[in-house]
């Protein structure tokens, strides 16, 4: 039987649901067998409401209970710093690889890390290396770290592996996009990708790249031999293994976050599509919530700082409301020019970063209105309070200290325009469902007309 190698990735936010976190270990745990490798490529420990609590910790009973072999870094498996991750990398059953996450010049965890590692399984040598995206240097837990480029890594990599005589070599990649070039420009035979939250199976080049999605959504069986193929697997129909799903509800029962504090009647969804695809009702909440805390002009979140998961529906809790923005980020208040301000709503339309899908909106507001033309990739409009803007006046604007320097979303923020300090994103949400209710609406913030629509005067 040729060996098989089972991927998950960008587990994310299903360990605060036990159920969801247990059908993911069943479904792998009934997959396993002699002839298989457990594969995990990054964001497996956070972000997440018990990731925040537990600072990633809450993934170990997970890792032990799938018995994970192999697992690389995601950007998000530094949100508690370099301490946390080093104590979880500790404190795992499974080989850790990274060949492109350096501190001070050296491979990062050098004792508890390795850049390669080969596994023989039923007489066939398999080859793995790890790699990160390099939009993980603004993740302000990964603080003194460096991250290469990922190509030549691999290729330095991949070449070792082929000396040392293995038969396959596999990518584990929390690259996203760069999956495409990585697989063009290298000679690996699978690459089992994340980062990007979209489930495909596809060959380019020859290679074999899998991506399983987000939040536990599906695995792959990649199995190996003469040719590669692969089988994706759902996680919605597989048993629930208990043993996992329990310590998940009692971690959750000890961190007290149970308390309601909204309640909602027509439910918020906040699935990938609809979040990077202009003005939402769950986009609003949050850029609300960041105004009101802050008192300033504009409310501005990034698309993919709001997290994917059921929607929010009923009775509202503490941890709902963590978990559509799980960070432990500080929000910053800005002091910006109207011109400025253009420039963000510009960058907010997807204009500055590269390997986007077409139509992805990366940015939602509130007390700032916006007319966009996706044909001319144009404002045809911009207002703040109600008012047009005006290119000379200074506005204030509250968003994340993470979006400060980002410069592949908002090159336009940066550390300068900083003025004060605002608290942390959940506690502001929270603070400001107990006290104005949850009830967001669709209300013509972000305008998107196509080249056949009527151009508003």
Same mark, same amino acid.
């Given at each position: ?6 991927? &998950? ?6 360990y ?13 745990r ?16 956070a ?22 072999d192999? *697992? ?10 370099t301490?946390?991750? +080093?104590?979880? #990398? ?15 010049g ?10 390669v ?12 290396v !790890? ?8 993740? /302000? ?6 991250f ?21 070599v596999? =990518? ?7 999956d ?7 000679? @690996? ?11 495909t199976? *596809? ?9 399983p999605? =987000?939040?536990?959504?599906?695995v ?14 759902s996680?919605?129909?597989?048993? @629930? ?6 310590a998940?509800?009692?971690r ?7 308390? #309601?504090?909204?309640? @909602?009647?027509e ?9 990077? +695809? ?19 002009? =504009? ?8 997290? $994917?998961?059921? /929607?929010?529906? !009923?009775?509202? $809790? ?44 990366n ?6 209105? #916006? ?9 045809e409009r ?5 008012e /047009? #803007?005006?290119?000379?006046?200074t ?6 200290? &993470?979006l ?6 908002y090159?336009?923020l940066? /550390?300068?325009?900083? %003025? ?26 972000? %305008? ?10």
């Amino acid at each position: 039987m040729p060996p098989t190698l089972l991927h &998950y990735s960008d587990v994310e936010n299903a360990y605060d649901d036990p159920d969801r976190i247990g059908r993911l270990a069943g479904r792998l745990r009934g997959l396993r067998d002699g002839a298989a490798v457990v594969c995990g490529t990054g964001d497996n420990t956070a972000p997440g409401v018990l990731s925040l609590v537990t600072e990633g910790r809450q993934a170990l009973p997970f890792f032990e209970a799938v018995g994970t072999d192999v *697992e690389t870094f995601g950007n998000h498996d530094f949100d508690h710093g370099t301490g946390a991750t +080093a104590a979880v #990398v500790r404190d795992s059953p499974q080989t850790w690889l990274t060949a492109n996450v350096e501190r001070e010049g050296a491979r990062f965890l050098p004792d508890e890390t390795a850049p390669v590692a080969v596994r023989e399984v039923d007489g066939r040598r398999l080859g793995f290396v !790890g790699v990160t995206t390099r939009s993980a240097r603004y993740n /302000p837990g990964a603080g003194p770290l460096s991250f290469g480029d990922p190509v030549p890594a691999v290729r330095a990599a991949a070449a070792t592996l082929r000396e040392e005589g293995v038969d396959d070599v596999v =990518v584990l990649s929390h690259l996203g996009r760069e999956d495409d070039r990585l697989a063009r420009e290298t000679d @690996v035979d699978v690459i089992l990708g994340g980062h990007v939250h979209d489930v495909t199976a *596809e060959r380019i080049d020859g290679t074999v790249l899998t991506r399983p999605g =987000v939040n536990g959504e599906a695995v792959f069986a990649v199995e190996l031999g003469e040719t590669v193929s692969a089988r994706q697997y759902s996680i919605e129909d597989a048993p @629930v293994y208990e043993p996992v799903a329990d310590a998940l509800r009692e971690r959750l029962a000890a961190a007290d976050l149970n308390e #309601v504090v909204a309640h @909602v009647d027509e439910p918020i969804e906040r699935s990938d599509e609809l979040i990077a +695809a202009g003005e939402t009702r769950v986009g609003n909440l949050v850029a609300d919530a960041y105004r009101w805390a802050s008192g300033a002009d =504009v409310g501005l979140q990034n698309s993919g700082g709001v997290r $994917t998961g059921p /929607p929010l529906a !009923g009775d509202v $809790t503490v941890a709902d409301l963590v978990s559509v923005v799980p960070f432990e980020e500080e929000l910053a208040l800005l002091e910006v020019t109207g011109a400025e301000l253009r420039r963000i709503v510009r960058e907010a339309s997807g204009d500055v970063v590269d390997g986007l899908p077409d139509g992805f909106w990366n940015g939602h507001f509130s007390g700032l209105s #916006v007319v966009w033309n996706d044909a001319t990739r144009e404002i045809e409009r911009l207002r703040v309070g109600g008012e /047009p #803007v005006d290119d000379d006046a200074t506005y204030t604007v509250v968003t994340t200290e &993470y979006l400060l320097g980002t410069d592949d979303e908002y090159p336009t923020l940066t /550390p300068a325009h900083h %003025v004060d300090a605002v608290g942390s994103q959940y506690d502001a949400l929270a603070d400001y469902a107990r006290s104005e209710g949850v009830d967001p609406e669709v209300e013509g913030r972000i %305008v998107r007309r196509g080249p056949v629509e009527e151009r508003e005067e």
